[in-house]
């Protein structure tokens, strides 16, 4: 008897000493040819071959040893043994065997007493962890994985210990052969020893039954390893390609007929990718490798290899059909081929494809974004207040479409496109994206003009701009609270929403729109934020140039309209730059402190759209824009700014590849002033381009006109108009956030106690991008929370570099990371432009407090290589 089917018997043999009754369900029919060869003492054997009924017949004899209760008969004393085998579930048997289950026992797959567990992968496990130990876990996953039959485990069972023993475990210790083959194919340490203790042989021979590669007599273990590497690489390659197609593969290609050594050769090149200790060795040996053969060169197409990690030319192979597929129009193909390569081995080891994979993931996802809210947008007519809510609040709000095209644009403007020559078409991608994305924006901005002419260009729902400073800011200083006020110019909706993401855990907040003034300029929009603007503005022509007033006083420019604002609250009030909360000193931190209301402004994100830097400098800015901001917060509920309003004075539109077509002359006549999105004025032409409304019309006092484009049409402007621009009447530049956060209770900080590590796996820095891992490392019982940090690149005193993407848990709009606990996140870094230092610092911080937590001291940085 087999060693596998004595275990089998031992098992049923214990519980019908136990028992008498024994009824065994086999639903996967793993032991259907063995029942007979039991040979069970005593035992008799009833077997499910003629229906249930006949089975029951059949059991009626040993039913009399079964009281009414289904127990067995007390003072009956000779127990009954008897094996009822069904080849079915108990489910399947609609329980037709319950009298025999109560008198007896249930042996089955997955029984929760072990004794009672019949799974053939846990019976082979026990056998093995006697007889095997190393081979255990990887002949129970076959077994589990249906590459293993029962008659298979006889037969490997009893030739258990021919194979992997003697000089091979002198060398190299008590190994599982995937594990000694593993350390064999990735190192030449053990190759004395190998010869020393003439073992050649003996590896040979197990390298033929695991892996099915016969070798040569004469190798030696230099010829044996390379052989074992191709045969382990183009196996797993060979293995997911359609057989016709592995004709293309360079020879020998030929494939091991036994599954469960074609599992092995995946098992070993997964293993193999997966030991941190042995993965550069696997990436020079794939390296190598195809590129000797030539292998990105034999026209091999991505279909069945779209989740293989063996060669990097794959990930390039399926980029290319992601990008083809973004173009042709299938952007949910494109998805899944980015979510499938999120986290493959070459993105780990290339930043810049997990980079491409990003943009891939991002562009595919605005394409379909802007093809939903198109077609939505066609439907029917839309009013105001149901387009704002479908901007802001429906389950995928219409402002995604605007952060998946900040995110594509930043992600496209960081990326070094000669580092990866072998890429889609980006050029064409970025056109098609740009071209859907201004589709949309020109059918919801049509859609939205009609509806907020047809509304009076106000809402009884939406609160007002005008408002904020009224409703939300004025109750929390008269409730006594230390507050801070924080008016950021031209931070769109959808930027504060992301700005949030990652503060819920030390902030309660509410975000929610109002209504912009128009026309959506700074001196408008930042009067609107002040205290008295709910009992009106006025616009006026000074000097020839407009000039906004409340209650009578010139509130125009930022000097006065602080003047304004500090003479309504009174004394505690501290008005300064963002700047100055962002990186505080000692002295600026009790300074700032001592105030009852802080107001904090911020030109940064208009001034840099609307300056004379290049485009992609003002979309990276934007994005380092929120990183500062949300420092910043941090930084004011540290002071003890239990309350923080922020809002806006107006939205934006940027977006690339306005046709001429939709620029127009203005109004003109007695222009006051004139932006591409709005005239303000008096007399001059009307147009069907544009809509004219007197400033009463939008609750504002004096005799002046304003004009807007009808749709994403502009005004022709001196100088011309970029691709940043504001002032009309869209939902991009006229939802105003508001945002109240509440700083939260402080909570215990495990995670600052835990160990944090940094791992970089080169000698040098070689490339502006390259990856580390960060880690959290905790001994507590219960794990903490996982921890937001921020990845700094320091050269001396300045930070030149920053995470461009991570593994998990990364915020595109700050750069802020999640760390779990005992989880590592693989973190692709990027260097900033300009001049490159000889040696850099790598530091992890944490997001909430700004304490060091890990560093890396002195990495080399040769770009050279």
């Known amino acids: 008897m087999s060693k596998i089917l004595d275990s089998l018997r031992q098992l049923l043999q214990r519980q019908i000493t136990d028992r008498g009754i024994v009824v065994w369900y086999d639903p996967d029919k793993a032991y259907a040819k063995s029942v007979d060869r039991l040979n069970l003492e005593g035992v008799t054997c009833l077997k499910v071959e003629d229906g249930y009924f006949r089975l029951r017949e059949q059991l009626e004899p040993w039913m009399e040893w079964v009281d009414e209760s289904g127990r067995a008969m007390a003072d009956h004393e000779v127990p009954p043994k008897l094996l009822v085998y069904v080849p079915h579930s108990r489910e399947e048997s609609h329980f037709a065997l319950i009298e025999a289950e109560t008198a007896g026992v249930v042996v089955e797959p997955g029984a929760p007493v072990a004794e009672r567990n019949t799974r053939l992968a846990g019976l082979v496990e026990r056998l093995y962890s006697r007889l095997s130990p190393e081979k255990a876990g990887h002949v129970a996953r076959q077994v589990e994985d249906g590459l293993l039959t029962f008659e298979d485990v006889e037969q490997m069972s009893e030739e258990t210990g021919s194979n992997a023993t003697g000089a091979l475990k002198l060398i190299f210790g008590q190994a599982s052969p995937v594990d000694l083959l593993l350390l064999f194919a990735a190192t030449d340490e053990h190759d004395a020893r190998i010869q020393e203790k003439n073992a050649l042989g003996e590896l040979a021979s197990l390298i033929e039954q695991e892996l099915g590669l016969a070798s040569k007599a004469t190798c030696t273990p230099d010829t044996l390893r390379a052989s ?14 359609p057989e016709a197609l592995r004709a293309q593969l360079p020879k020998p290609g030929g494939l091991p007929e036994k599954a469960v050594q074609r599992d092995t050769i995946r098992q070993l090149c997964q293993t193999w990718r997966n030991r941190v200790d042995l993965q550069e060795a696997y990436a020079i040996a794939a390296e190598d490798f195809e590129r000797t ?75 379909m974004e802007a093809d939903a809210i198109s077609s939505a947008v066609k439907k029917r007519k839309w009013t105001l207040e149901e387009m704002v809510n479908a901007y802001v609040h429906h389950a995928s709000p219409w402002m995604r479409l605007d952060t998946l095209a900040r995110h594509l644009e930043s992600r496209y403007a960081r990326f070094d496109f000669e580092r990866a020559p072998n890429c889609p078409d980006w050029e ?3 056109a098609r994206c740009r071209s859907a994305y201004l589709a949309s924006l020109d059918l919801m901005t049509e859609a939205y003009t009609r509806a907020i002419e047809t509304a009076g260009f106000q809402s009884s ?81 000074s000097a020839g140039k407009l000039q906004v007033t409340a209650g009578g006083k010139k509130i125009t420019d930022r000097a006065s309209r602080m003047a304004w604002l500090e003479s309504r609250v009174g004394d505690g009030t501290c008005v300064v730059k963002l700047g100055d909360v962002a990186r505080l000193t000692p002295k600026k931190r009790k300074d700032l402190g001592a105030a009852r209301f802080l107001v904090v402004t911020s030109q940064e994100i208009d001034r840099i759209g609307e300056g004379e830097s290049e485009d992609d400098e003002a979309r990276i800015y934007m994005d380092e824009m929120l990183d500062k901001l949300r420092r910043s917060l941090r930084n004011l509920a540290s002071m003890g700014f239990t309350e923080i309003v922020v809002s806006a004075d107006h939205g934006f539109i940027f977006a690339e590849g306005f046709e001429t077509g939709l620029k127009m002359d203005s109004p003109g006549g007695d222009t006051v002033e004139l932006h591409s999105r709005c005239w303000i004025g008096q007399g001059g032409n009307a147009a069907p381009g544009y809509f004219r409304v007197p400033a009463s019309g939008l609750e504002l006092g004096g005799a002046l006109e304003c004009a807007f484009p009808r749709g994403l049409g502009t005004f022709k402007v001196k100088g011309g108009a970029g691709a940043y621009f504001h002032g009309g009447a869209s939902l991009q530049e006229q939802v105003i956030p508001v945002l109240h956060l509440s700083r ?9 106690s835990c160990r944090w590590t940094i791992t970089f796996a080169k000698k040098a820095i070689t490339n502006r991008f390259f990856s580390i891992t960060v880690s959290m490392e905790s001994e507590e019982i219960f794990a903490p929370e996982p921890k937001s940090v921020r990845v700094e690149i320091v050269s001396g005193k300045d930070v030149i570099g920053h995470a461009a993407m991570a593994s998990y848990g990364f915020e595109e709009s700050t750069r802020e990371i999640l760390v779990e606990s005992g989880k590592p996140n693989p973190v692709t870094m990027m260097i900033s432009g300009g001049t490159i230092p000889e040696h850099v610092d790598l530091r992890v911080i944490d997001s909430k407090n700004e304490n060091h937590l890990a560093t890396l001291t002195k990495l080399a940085i040769n770009l050279a290589l």
């Open 228 to 241: 074992m590497v191709r045969h382990l690489l183009l196996g797993e390659l060979g293995l997911a390609l």
């Open 293 to 367: 053969t030539h292998l990105a060169s034999v026209g091999l197409s991505a279909k069945g290899i779209e989740a293989l990690e063996t060669f990097p030319f794959i990930d390039s192979l399926v980029l290319v059909n992601a990008g083809e597929a973004l173009l042709r129009g299938n952007p949910t193909q494109a998805a899944e081929y980015a979510v499938g390569r999120r986290s493959t081995f070459w993105n780990r080891r290339y930043p810049e494809i997990i980079l491409q994979w990003s943009l891939v993931e991002t562009a595919a996802s605005l394409l």
């Open 428 to 430: 064409k991608v970025m």
């Open 461 to 541: 729902l939406i609160p007002a701009q005008c408002r904020v400073f009224h409703d939300r800011v004025a109750p929390i200083l008269a409730d006594g609270k230390k507050a801070a006020y924080v008016l950021v110019d031209a931070l769109r909706y959808e930027m504060a929403a992301d700005l949030v993401e990652g503060l819920g855990r030390e902030f309660s907040f509410e975000l929610s729109p109002a209504l912009g003034q128009l026309p959506g300029i700074t001196p408008i929009g930042m009067a609107s934020l002040m205290p008295g603007a709910e009992d009106g503005l006025s616009l006026e022509k």
């Open 744 to 752: 939260k209770a402080a909570a215990s900080d495990k995670a600052g």
